[in-house]
């Protein structure tokens, strides 16, 4: 179950919708980069995300980077963990060690963006950690565009020992319209800790907008 990616400075010039299969919590598939070398994903121009998860589960992302320069979409993220319904969506997607950059500027475009429908079909239980998430959403837009390092409206993930950094907006947003309504299923239980977010242009570091539980 396990994918090694090399030779340095070897770029993959697509994006990555739902190519990887699910293992289990026993056997996780992993994509890794080679030992001490470079792997670069970097789609060219592209109306999509660089990587999409909407079904599988149990993908461990490692030492690899997610170059999003040529994303050229409104609305796009370099990594999105996602759903497709209710009853299909991807969960215990795991990233370590990788580094996340370069998305340009566009209304709400993110470096790691994982969200769920109103009704279900939460991407939950990811973990990010390790990695470098930076210099996504430009440097000259609009205050309001969204252009966080990370957007989490899920729950019980973990977000730990990240370096985020020159981020247009926040450098870790945490939020979801329905919890504001009371509900605990979205945004909730997340822990977020031991993260350094600096310089992020034009909003906080971290900002946990509401939810139920989370530990920052």
């Known amino acids: 179950n396990d994918?090694?990616?090399?030779?340095p400075e070897i770029f993959y010039a697509e994006v990555l919708n739902d190519v990887f299969p699910s293992g289990t919590t026993t056997q996780p598939v992993t994509i890794s980069a080679y030992s001490s070398e470079?792997?670069?994903i970097a789609p060219s121009s592209s109306t999509d995300n660089g990587i999409t998860f909407?079904?599988?589960?149990?993908?461990?992302?490692?030492?690899?980077?997610?170059?999003?320069?040529?994303?050229t979409a409104i609305g796009i993220a370099a990594v999105k963990m996602t759903y497709q319904n209710s009853s299909v969506f991807s969960h215990?997607?795991?990233?370590?060690?990788?580094e996340v950059r370069n998305v340009p500027y566009a209304q709400a475009n993110i470096g790691i963006?994982?969200?769920c429908l109103q009704d279900g079909g939460e991407a939950n239980h990811n973990t990010v950690?390790?990695?470098?998430?930076?210099?996504?959403?430009?440097?000259?837009?609009?205050v309001l565009n969204q252009n966080h390092g990370f957007y989490i409206q899920t729950s019980n993930n973990v977000i730990a020992n990240n370096l985020v950094y020159n981020n247009l907006s926040h450098g870790i947003q945490l939020e979801h319209s329905d919890a504001d309504d009371g509900r605990t299923d979205v945004c909730s239980n997340n822990q977020?800790?031991?993260n350094i977010s600096f310089n992020n242009l034009h909003r906080a570091g971290i900002l946990v907008s509401n939810g139920t539980n989370n530990q920052i």
């Open 3 to 7: 994918l090694a990616m090399g030779r």
């Open 38 to 40: 470079q792997v670069i």
């Open 54 to 71: 909407s079904s599988s589960a149990y993908v461990r992302l490692l030492n690899l980077i997610i170059d999003g320069t040529n994303l």
């Open 92 to 98: 215990h997607i795991t990233m370590d060690g990788c």
């Open 113 to 115: 963006l994982m969200t």
């Open 129 to 142: 950690t390790n990695c470098k998430v930076h210099d996504n959403g430009g440097t000259t837009g609009a």
């Open 192 to 194: 977020v800790y031991n």
